[in-house]
């Protein structure tokens, strides 16, 4: 028996002409996407392809404001650089199917395929067509490179209540679904053997990185019935290869299953674990061996802020902060903190300039930080593969050295350590 997915629809109604047409208020030449990567909430977004049209998922944030005044945009671009998009829509309230909720407004539509190939960038947009900065603000504004897999997958992750995850990585003991576009179609999983590896300094030689194994053991493997829910008590990396019933390609989804509250950090393991940016192996090994952990991580900041407290705090919640926003910008198939953006972003901060490129790299810019005290760039470039579409390797330089012993050591000895109510004072 056939079944046709439309979340509340029995076929997908497809926008293959322009919208409400509206003025074009053309962006900068090289906009700058730093704001894309501030902390806090943002649109969530995912695709699924339904025959020759692609589904876009997403959900808004409350309060969501959406209708004359708000309406939906929709702009294709050839690249990041483009001056001018390929096109560009608004969507009609009649084609979003809206479902609120407490905490927000999800919405999805449908785009002809054939109008969005490979390379397309989306941009999602719900502010005024005239609002030029709003690309930069993760709250109305959503961008996503069309990949061939974003293209190609006929299958969305769901949550328990069979909405879609709009994520890829799931907690472990979580339940959550995979609804396929057309047939039902049964979940072959396999969890890998893998050793996540935090990202090592911007100046380490690259000859000397380890380099990954070129096949990843598989440590257990099963297949589930179509349509039964998934539920992983294990953490680690699984991928799940759907389809291949009544003649359909199989496609593959990595997914990142993560212990306790992921992205949040609840743990004593989980706080000393990003401390390895700052600290060394002896210093991490006294904060685990400590009878309490937590509080002896409470006292190694409390340490470095001189017995300051109010700075202590501010201390712990700026760097644990950072660390949360890592890892939920950028999951992949390991903790966001543990890789190449997150180890820059927890240690010099959210990048104040971003410039993403055609050929898919990521600069970001910090105005000081070099030898001389001015700007300093760091690149990153794209290195996808199965099971982390979205993974980019820093570009790493013998010269960056210096400025990231300064860095750290701006933690260690913040400027401020000697000031305020609660520095001991001498007898």
Known sequence: MRRLIGFGAMSCLVLTTMGAREAYVPQAARPDYAGLYREGPRL???????????????????????????????VAWPSYEAKQPLWQDSIPRRLQR???????????????AARVPAGTVLQLRTGPIDAKDDYQDPTKSAWLRLTE??????????????????????????????????????????R?????????????????????????????????????????????????????SGGTASRTLAVMVAENKYPALTTAAELIE??????????????????????AVDRFWLDIAQGNQALGKDLIRR?????????????????GWLTDRGLLYIVLGAPPSVRRLYNGE????????SQNGGPITYTFRP???????????????????????????????????????NVPRAR
């Open 362 to 369: 990521e600069r970001w810019f910090y105005p000081e930080g």
């Open 383 to 421: 290195r996808p593969s199965t099971f982390a579409p979205d993974y980019y390797e820093l570009v790493r330089r013998p010269e960056y050295e210096l400025l990231w012993y300064a860095a750290v050591e701006k933690w260690r000895t913040p400027p401020t350590a000697l000031t305020g109510p």
């Open 98 to 112: 809206p479902r609120p909720e407490a905490d927000g407004v999800r919405l999805s539509f449908c785009i002809a």
């Open 149 to 190: 897999a974003h293209l190609t997958r006929p299958f969305v992750l769901t949550d328990s209540v069979g909405q879609p995850l709009l994520r890829r990585y799931v907690q472990a003991g979580e339940t959550f679904g995979v609804d396929s576009y057309g047939l039902y179609q049964p979940v072959r999983w396999a």
């Open 44 to 74: 969530e977004v995912d695709t699924r392809r339904e025959g020759d049209s692609l589904r876009v998922y997403m959900r808004l944030l409350a309060p969501a404001r959406l209708g004359p005044g708000h309406p939906l945009h929709v």
């Open 274 to 295: 990003p401390l390895r940016y700052l600290t060394t192996s002896q210093e991490r090994k006294r904060l685990t061996d400590a009878p309490e952990p937590k509080r």
């Open 319 to 335: 760097y644990y902060g950072r660390v949360t926003a890592a890892n939920h910008l950028f999951a992949a198939h390991k903790a």
């Open 192 to 244: 890998y053997a893998v050793n996540p590896i935090a990202a090592l300094p911007p100046m380490t030689n690259p000859s000397a990185m380890p380099a990954g194994p070129r096949v990843l053991p598989i440590l257990d493997s099963a297949t589930t019935r179509p349509g039964e829910p998934l539920r992983f008590g294990e953490a680690g990396l699984y991928a799940l290869r759907v389809g291949g």
